[in-house]
């Protein structure tokens, strides 16, 4: 198993070093959230999202974005994580999209997630160079089959304490990892139980299968699941911080 301790000071010396964008300022700056529809290449269903637009954002000049993948509950249910999460996601800088998607249907989701991100590519007013994907918990399995079945697509991947399933997803198993392109960041803590155990079955399938996949796996010492959103757990902050350094890296590198 790869694991990587994390050391705050070490990290935070990563951070200042590279001069990563907007951690200065990550508290001050407008963001500008607005309601968008796509179109599903599965079956033509229209669905909405919100996009989260920094700051700096100017029209027609080239932009990163993140497409962040809520876990189980509703779209709306799970706003109270992730509309925060996109605006501090805008606030460096990058456009976050949190879109509609359906968790249901295998074919379709990982579609619905494809359709997004080509959504963001065609159009010119946001013109988008290269797209993100964080997933949290269930999200994972619509994301990570995505990422298996349309390498290329998206540049960068973050998976937080998820992995895939089985049902109508396990012919999408563990082997095919190797199919996978780019690089992911795995964040898991140490106290989250089967989140925990895929997590690790999934690094060590990459190691098998895909070593040479650009692969971080994390594991946060003493934090539980849905961590990354529990501002009074510790490694919620480290783990942030190694997210922004992982975007900046892949998407802005």
């Not at 190797?178 to 155990?197: A, F, Y």
């Not at 690790?200 to 990354?228: C, E, M, Q, W």
């Not at 922004?244 to 892949?250: C, S």
Request: charged share 20%; hydrophobic share 40%.
């Amino acid at each position: 198993m790869n694991i990587r301790v994390n050391l705050i000071l070490l990290l935070l010396f990563l951070l200042i070093s590279v001069g990563v964008k907007g951690v200065s300022n990550i508290a001050d700056g407008n963001v500008q959230i607005v309601t968008r529809e796509y179109t599903s290449e599965y079956d033509s269903l229209v669905q909405g999202g919100l996009v989260f637009l920094p700051d700096d954002w100017r029209e027609f000049e080239t932009h990163q974005a993140i497409v962040m993948l809520h876990g189980a509950g509703t779209w709306e249910e799970q706003k109270v994580r992730w509309v925060p999460y996109g605006t501090e996601v805008a606030k460096l800088g990058f456009i976050a999209v949190y879109p509609q998607r359906r968790p249901a249907s295998c074919e379709a989701s990982w579609m619905d997630v494809k359709s997004v991100i080509q959504s963001l590519y065609d159009s010119e007013h946001l013109n988008v160079d290269k797209v993100g994907v964080v997933a949290g918990s269930f999200g994972n399995i619509s994301g990570l089959s995505f990422m298996q079945k349309y390498p290329g697509v998206a540049d960068a991947y973050i998976d937080m304490y998820g992995s895939l399933a089985n049902g109508c997803y396990k012919h999408l198993g563990e082997k095919n990892i190797i199919s996978m392109t780019e690089p992911i960041l795995i964040q898991v803590g140490s106290e989250d139980g089967g989140s925990l155990q895929r997590c690790s079955a999934l690094s060590d399938a990459i190691d098998d299968y895909n070593p040479g996949l650009d692969k971080t796996f994390t594991i946060y010492p003493n934090s539980r699941h849905g961590f990354v959103f529990n501002q009074r757990d510790g490694n919620a902050i480290l783990s942030r911080a190694e997210q922004i350094f992982f975007w900046n890296r892949t998407l802005r590198g």
